[in-house]
């Protein structure tokens, strides 16, 4: 039990990858990067389940490997999110939260998922992560996507472009007049939301932007933002893996 809820953490990881291909089996200072995440969310006290969701028989035989849980999933799936609810599917025993741990996230904070799981009293369908930008490069990454919420900090739109638009100032003192968000990309879902989810289409919003979280706004479903102080460091490209070996992080 956590914070008085059954929840169950699912990583979803794949070996195809665009920009990375076999990206959780990399070598992180001697362990697989599936293996640096998975134990960053057994730090957690409370999962009542954690469940690494693959479709590649390498990443399962790892993973079994090193004692986790794992579940062979369809290999049809376009988000971590379908995988998380097949997961759900095949758990065999109700949960009240499911939270969606992407596999390359080695270096996440076991606070960070303390903080969304604080957010389950809310009976939010679904909470996620923002975090106060303070860097000029970060606000205008297209990589990293940018959040507006409305006042009690539900999400109303999310960009890869900067928002909201900063009329009549200067770009380069957008940080002076603005409080901007990113999102990071951790989810926690109320189980019966998650399993309707998957069952959604491809919204125009979402193809737009190629933001997954837009076709649940589109349908009408809340999305609750919490701001974290905690930074994150993701690994998308073989760049970021040589970037995080020069900080000795590893």
């Given amino acids: 039990m956590l914070h008085g809820k059954k929840v169950a953490a699912i990583i979803p990881a794949r070996f195809a990858s665009t920009r990375f291909p076999g990206k959780p089996l990399v070598d ?7 293996q640096r995440t998975y134990e960053r969310v057994k730090a957690v006290k409370g999962f009542d389940r954690i469940v690494i969701a693959t479709d590649d028989q390498r990443i399962f035989d ?3 490997g090193f004692n986790a849980e794992v579940m062979m999933t369809s290999s049809a799936h376009l988000t971590g999110t379908d995988r998380c609810a097949e ?11 499911v939270v969606n741990i992407q596999g390359d996230e080695p270096f996440i904070e076991p606070a960070q998922l303390e903080e969304v799981a604080a ?4 009976g939010a369908p679904i909470l996620t992560l923002i975090k106060k930008i303070v860097d000029p490069e970060t606000l205008f990454n297209v ?3 940018k959040v507006v919420c409305d006042e009690d900090g539900n999400a109303l739109y999310f960009s890869r472009q900067t928002i909201p638009f900063l ?20 989810y926690a879902y109320r189980a019966d939301i998650l399993l309707g989810l998957s069952a959604l289409k491809p919204t125009s919003l979402e193809l737009a932007e190629s933001l997954e979280q837009l076709r649940w706004i589109q349908n009408g479903i809340q999305i609750k933002a919490i701001e974290t102080q905690f930074e994150t460091i993701g690994i998308d490209s073989p760049e970021d893996l040589e970037k995080i070996q020069k900080m000795g992080l590893i």
């Fill in 28 to 34: 992180l200072g001697g362990k697989p990067m599936i």
């Fill in 62 to 64: 790892v993973a079994q």
């Fill in 87 to 97: 997961v759900l599917s095949r758990l065999g025993e109700s949960v009240d939260y």
């Fill in 119 to 122: 957010g389950f009293s809310s």
């Fill in 143 to 145: 990589n990293t996507p």
């Fill in 167 to 186: 009329r009549g100032v200067e770009p380069s003192e957008w940080l002076n007049q603005h409080t901007f968000f990113k999102h990071i990309g951790l």
